[in-house]
Nanobody
Framework: QVQFVESGGGLVQPGGSLKLTCAAS????????TDWYRQAPGKQRELVAS???????NYSDSVKGRFAISRDYAKNTVYLQMNSLKPEDTAVYYC???????WGQGTQVTVSS
């Protein structure tokens, strides 16, 4: 079964940037869609960004214009570039295929001054 390992989170000040990395255990060519989710304390997990095999990407309204998702087929990796970060972006970020399979441990992003 495919597994995903997320990394790149950390503590950043409001307005700052982070780039998250998601490594998949299988070739990206086998994943029609790859999604980034996040879950803030006390809230449900939400979908924030998606990318399809044709390169089409989609974003939630809360991150549109600030986040960018991309895929590197050679490295079986998906990235999430996060700019202009806000305190409300604080959450654990996860990646997964579609439909979602086993969830990884995620990577913590904390936006605070």
């Amino acid at each position: 079964q495919v597994q995903f390992v997320e990394s790149g989170g950390g503590l950043v000040q409001p307005g700052g940037s982070l780039k998250l990395t998601c490594a998949a255990s299988i070739s990206m060519f086998r994943l029609r869609f790859t999604d980034w989710y996040r879950q803030a304390p006390g809230k449900q997990r939400e979908l924030v960004a998606s990318i399809g095999s044709g390169g089409f990407s989609n974003y939630s309204d809360s991150v549109k214009g600030r986040f960018a998702i991309s895929r590197d087929y050679a490295k079986n990796t998906v990235y999430l570039q996060m700019n202009s970060l806000k305190p409300e972006d604080t959450a654990v970020y996860y990646c997964n295929g579609r439909p979602p399979v086993t969830w990884g441990q995620g990577t913590q992003v904390t936006v605070s001054s």
